[in-house]
Nanobody
């Protein structure tokens, strides 16, 4: 069992930055790939970034490459640093845990947080 709680969302102007955090609990956290997804109104949920169990490999969607950075620490926290934010980044962002050790962008994620709203104004 893994519990995930996101924080750090909010309202920011275009060009600004936000840092999302995901606090994870559960014995298997350290052996899981972690990901950040987002879903905007009327759009499908998409994987934004993911990081392998040991932080050795990461994935970023083309739409956020060079702007968003995912990281994880030994204190069961996964973070998403978002810079140069654009209005099209507006969405609910979800932290998720995969049973896989390695990053598989289309792989299964079986635990989800409740989501945090990010709104970027133009």
């Amino acid at each position: 069992q893994v519990q995930l709680v996101e924080s750090g969302g909010g309202l920011v102007q275009a060009g600004g930055s936000l840092r999302l955090s995901c606090a994870a609990s559960g014995r298997t956290f350290s052996s899981r790939t972690m990901g950040w997804f987002r879903q905007a109104p009327g759009k499908e949920r998409e994987l934004v970034a993911a990081i392998s169990w040991n932080g050795g490999s990461t994935y970023s969607a083309n739409s956020v490459k060079g702007r968003f950075t995912i990281s994880r620490d030994n204190a069961n926290t996964v973070s998403l640093q978002m810079n140069s934010l654009k209005p099209e980044d507006t969405a609910v962002y979800y932290c998720a845990a995969s049973p896989s050790l390695v990053v598989v962008p289309k792989g299964r994620f079986d635990y989800w947080g409740q989501g945090t709203q990010v709104t970027v104004s133009s």
